[in-house]
Nanobody, 122 residues
Framework: QVQLVVSGGGLVQAGGSLTLSCTVS????????MGWYRQAPQRSRELVAS???????RYLDSVKDRFTISRDNAKNTIHLQMNVLKPVDTAIYYC????????????????WGQGTQVTVSS
């Protein structure tokens, strides 16, 4: 059974930093792109950052130069280092693992972790 466990959300003042982590457990054979999405109240879920298995990152324009995504393939884990946080970054953040193949299933699926609240006060 695949599980994505997310940690690291919380409350921080504007200008502060937080690090989110997402670890995938289960009989994992391979995972394609992993990423972080966020959803603020009354807004659509948006991609914040993603990273390919070979470490190529992609960022939402508004977080470039402030957020850094990293990946540890051996641990099936990604991190999101968020610096210079702004109130507009307040949202529930979700982890996603794409095209995940397990030893139990003959096909790839996308999986989502539980959300973690990030609140940035002004």
């Amino acid at each position: 059974q695949v599980q994505l466990v997310v940690s690291g959300g919380g409350l921080v003042q504007a200008g502060g930093s937080l690090t989110l982590s997402c670890t995938v457990s289960g009989s994992i054979v391979s995972i394609d792109t992993m990423g972080w999405y966020r959803q603020a109240p009354q807004r659509s879920r948006e991609l914040v950052a993603s990273i390919t298995p070979d470490g190529k990152p992609r960022y939402l324009d508004s977080v470039k130069d402030r957020f850094t995504i990293s990946r540890d393939n051996a641990k099936n884990t990604i991190h999101l280092q968020m610096n210079v946080l702004k109130p507009v970054d307040t949202a529930i953040y979700y982890c996603k693992a794409e095209n995940l193949l397990t030893a139990q299933e003959p096909y790839e699926l996308d999986y989502w972790g539980q959300g973690t609240q990030v609140t940035v006060s002004s």
